[in-house]
Structures are given as C-alpha cells and as structure tokens.
C-alpha cells in the first residue's frame, strides 16, 4: 500500500515537473513558474502595480513574469524606459495581437496596431489632420474654451449643493474631440454620448482587469459566458455609432471640402481607390472610436484626479481675487499673448496628474511582451524632489520657475509617443486656469476623508466623490 501511494505522489510530481515551464536561457530573472498559471498568484489582478514594484526590488529593474504560459518583460525605471522606447524605439515599437482588447476591436484602429506599414500610414494620416483642424492652434484653443463655458453652466447650476464632476468632465473632454472628429458636439443630457462614454468607461476598466487576464492567458475560456464578454458588447454599440456616423457624413459632404477629420479620411479613400493600401470604411470606424476613446478616457481621468487633489490641498488653488495685484505680478499668473494666460502651479498640477495617464503600455519584442511600468518612472526616487507626495515643487526650480524632470514622460515617448499630447495639455491647461481663476473647490465636510486609491483599468480612475464649488469674490 504504501509503496503505492508513494509511486503515485513520485508520478506526480514527475507530471508538475514535466508540466512547469522553465525560463529561457538568458531570459531576465522573475519569480517561480506555476504550471497552467505562471505567475499570475504573484500579481493581484485588480490592480497589479504595487505588484510590479515588489518585484522589482528583488529582481532588478528588468525581470520576466509569465502572465499563464506568455512570457513577458517588466521594464522599469527611467534609464531602461529610455533605452527601451528611444534609443531602440524600432525594437520596441510593437503592440501584442492576442489579447482581449484585439478581439474586441477586431485588430483595427491605430491604438493597438502593431508597427507596421498600416500604423504608419494611419498615424501619419491622423498627425496631418489633426494639424490641419488646428491641434496645437488659435482655433483649437477657442473650442476649447467655448466648450468650457458649457462646464460652467453646469457648475453654476450646482452652486449651494455638491455634484460628481464625472460626467461633467467625460462630457467636455469628449465633445472636444467630437468637434474634430465628426464635426459636433452634444448636450451633457445627451442619452447616446452618455451611454458611449459609459462604454468607454467600463472597456477602460475591463481591459486591464482580471478577465481580461483570464481571457489572455487561458484561450480555452474565450467562448465561455464570463464577464469579459460585456467588453464586446460595448464595443459593438459604439460601432453602430461610429457607422451612423460614416453614413451621415456619406450622404452630407461635399468632396474636397472637408468638415471634420471623418471627411478628411473619406476624401482619402476615394482618391486612393483600390491602391492596396490600409485605409477602408471599416479601418475607419474603429479608427474614429480609437481617438474619441484615447481622447476622452485619459484627459478627463486626468482633471477628476487633478480636482480630487486640488480639494484636499487648497493651499495650491492659488490666492484670492483681492491679492489681484501680487496674483499677476508674481509667478503665480501672466499673460502671454492676447487673451491667454500661464499658470506655472497650475500647469505644475496638471503634470503632477502624469501618473493617473496610462501607467504601462504593452510593447511585443520577437514575441515577448514588454511591460513598460511607467509608474516606476514618475515616481522614481532620486528623479524627483517629492517622488511619493503631491507637491508642485517636483516641478520648480530653486527659484519658483516651472521646470519640466526628464522623468517626467506621462504621454511615453519615441514613435509611440501620444499623437494628441498638444490637445491633452492645451485642455488641461485651459480648463484648470479657467475654472480655478472662476471658483474655489472644497471638499464636502461630511465626506469623510479622501481616497486616493485609483481604480485600475487603461487609465487609472479615482474613485467617484463629490465637490463643492463657491464662486471666487473680488472686492
């Protein structure tokens, strides 16, 4: 009996053995490979960053993580993040194809399109025309800030109460990129943005959570009735947007004489015809959806977070409109040009946001996915004054000028870098100057005290909450 259960338990564990996968020569150290799962009981799967950091102090700034039977490269800290994506941007250029959020868009679009000739083209296209519509511009400015006036509306309405700023700031980042993109904008209580953002919103948090891990590292599971099958459902709603879109514009434009980026790119296809290339009706939809959701989603995330700060830390919102004389003279506010004006705490703030803007991108090298943390880089001790803390001093210099850290890399850099980092920080900037210079934002006091802990998804989301918003007083 015994010299049976003990062959058995020898069997096996000979079958564990056999089973466990092994790393490959000259492959970058990591923790111990579990059969079936690899590392995945190393990482908590709702929000692996603190993981990442773990292991990083016992494996180095470059170790490996099995991720089910895929093996992949975490690569952290500013010297290797630079290697990585500038000095060998070629190398590490590409996006991984077998992942949910491929299935879900059916490999098109622009976002996750690996490093090729299509990306190329399409990213070069986009670029252009999003010049060409005023990125970077005069006229992009002032739809900014004609959008802001709508934000305003909203909160004087809340004034004496509390309100969630979330739809409000989802609504404005997105009808910013609307009016590029397909030449409209909607209301706040428009029932078919509200519900695309809400797509958005909960793809941003599917794709980068726990079944969405199931899906990448068990492909046997991906027909079964889980949850990550929402994450198509959402994305095929935002798709019959997208081709009601096409079909309107379609029937309304006028050849050579574009309204909107979608008449630019139907322009392109009828000039390049049956020339082989990438551009189609079909690449077109989900190209549109890419940059409403890469347009929306990081920039209005990114101003929620900013708000949640600025109500806690009061002191940074700047002086009252009495001291109006030292808030101009000093480095507090000046203008720079007609109608516009620089803020160096305030644009300080928006920057301190970086780390809630994508914090890793995935990259594939011969295969091998590379996770890029870049929260090891914003954060990284020795590349910043205050590397843990909420402090506009990380970016001013000993004499209270604005400073930009070579760390500080939020919209990533090299080929891939963001291809609407101007819009991001032209709105960012415009919407937190007009907005701080108009109201003061305080924290409700029976809210209890804040959390900081974001919810991970693309971007990093703060919890939702409450603010109260008092109009500022000039004498």
Not at 239 to 255: C, G, I, M, S, W
Not at 274 to 301: K, M, P, R, V
Not at 353 to 378: D, E, H, Y
Request: glycine share 6%.
């Amino acid at each position: 009996m015994f010299v049976s259960v003990l062959l058995v338990l020898l069997c096996v564990l000979f079958i564990f053995l056999q089973l466990r996968s092994g790393r490959p020569k000259n492959f970058p150290p990591g923790p111990p490979i579990l059969p079936v799962v690899g590392n995945l009981l190393e990482l908590n799967l709702e929000n692996p960053l603190k993981d990442f950091e773990r292991l990083r102090t016992t494996y180095g700034d470059v170790y490996s993580l099995f991720i089910g039977r895929k093996a992949a490269v975490v690569i952290n800290g500013l010297e290797t993040v630079k290697e990585a994506i500038m000095t060998k941007a070629a190398d590490f250029a590409g996006r991984p194809q077998d992942l949910l959020v491929n299935d879900v868009t059916q490999r098109k679009g622009v976002i996750l399109a690996d490093y090729g000739s299509s990306w190329r083209e399409h990213r070069r296209f986009a670029l252009m025309t999003l010049r060409n519509f005023g990125l970077g511009k005069k006229s992009m400015e002032n739809r900014i800030l004609d959008e802001i006036q709508y934000t305003i509306k909203t909160l004087e309405k809340s004034i004496g109460s509390t309100l969630c700023p979330r739809v409000m700031f989802h609504n404005a980042a997105s009808n910013i990129i609307c009016q590029v993109l397909f030449g409209a904008r909607y209301e706040y209580d428009d029932q078919r943005i509200k519900v695309i953002v809400q797509c958005f919103t909960e793809n941003a948090k599917i794709a980068n959570g726990p079944w969405a891990m199931v899906y990448d590292s068990i492909p046997g599971v991906r027909h079964l009735p889980l949850p990550f099958g929402k994450a198509f459902e959402n994305y095929k709603t935002c798709q019959d947007f997208a081709f009601r879109l096409v079909n309107e514009h379609k029937k309304t434009r006028v050849p050579n004489e574009p309204r909107d980026f979608l008449d630019c790119y139907l322009d392109e296809l009828e000039k390049r015809g049956d020339d082989g290339s990438s551009f189609s009706e079909e690449q077109l939809t989900n190209y549109i959806l890419d940059l409403h959701f890469a347009g929306t989603d990081t920039t209005s995330n990114t101003l929620l977070t900013a708000f949640l700060y600025l109500m806690n830390y009061p002191h940074v919102q700047g002086p009252p409109p009495q001291d109006n004389q030292r808030f101009m003279g000093h480095s507090h506010l000046y203008r720079v040009g007609p109608g516009r004006v620089r803020k160096p705490v305030f644009t300080t703030e928006k920057h301190e946001c970086g780390p809630f803007i994508p914090l890793f991108l995935l990259f594939r090298l011969q295969g091998t996915m590379i996770i890029q943390n870049m929260a090891s880089v914003l954060r990284e001790e020795g590349q910043w004054k205050f590397p843990h803390e909420f402090n506009p001093e990380n970016f001013l210099n000993e004499e209270g000028e604005f400073v930009k850290p070579e760390a500080f890399m939020p919209f990533s850099a090299g080929p891939r870098v963001c291809l609407g980092e101007s819009l991001a920080r032209m709105e960012l900037f415009l919407i937190l100057v007009t907005l701080l210079r108009k109201y003061k934002f305080i924290w409700p006091e029976d809210a209890g005290e804040p959390d900081y802990t974001p919810v991970y998804g693309v971007t990093l989301t703060p919890k939702a909450y409450r603010m109260k918003v008092q109009p500022r007083t000039s004498n």
